[in-house]
């Protein structure tokens, strides 16, 4: 995502915990739904992901769990922050995505949050569950990676 930073993509928020829970295997963009105020509140940066997830209904894929807080200059049009909210993509996309979590038992979870030009932008990864080792796995992996890094900083600032 920090390439698309530099082609008028904002980056708002992002998932880190989904990363540490699941193996992303896909990647999809989506556009979101917002009300008025939601889109000042996600301005302002006030969004977590931390829990989210997203569902299918009747043909239409929403995220639930998405906390966007209310907007504090906002009025009798505030919204509930943990309300479901409806995604944008085509319907062929939406089907593949239903019938991969339906068979395959994958979920569907938003890694990011982000500004396309004005319009706010939601990055879905297709994810497969991690077991306990796998973590711990990743976990040694990263600070194996880690400890590489300041090794070689270090040798770099001996010369």
Known sequence: ??????????????NKKA???YFVEEKYEAGIALAGTEVKSVRAGTVNLKDSYCSFDKG??????MHISPYEHGNIFNTDPLRKKKLLM???????????VQQKGYTI????????????????????GKKLYDKRESDAKRQADRDIDRHMKDKSHQE
């Not at 239409?60 to 769990?65: A, K, P, R, S, T």
Request: with cysteine; aromatic share 10%.
């Open 19 to 21: 990363f540490h829970e």
């Open 90 to 100: 085509h319907r062929r996309e939406i089907m593949k995505l239903q019938g991969l």
């Open 109 to 128: 979870v938003p890694l990011s949050l982000y500004f396309s030009g004005s319009h706010v932008k939601v990055e879905l990864g297709l994810c497969r």
């Open 1 to 14: 995502m920090a390439e698309k930073k530099n082609e008028g993509y904002k980056i708002i928020t992002q």
């Open 60 to 65: 239409e894929i929403f995220v639930l769990g």
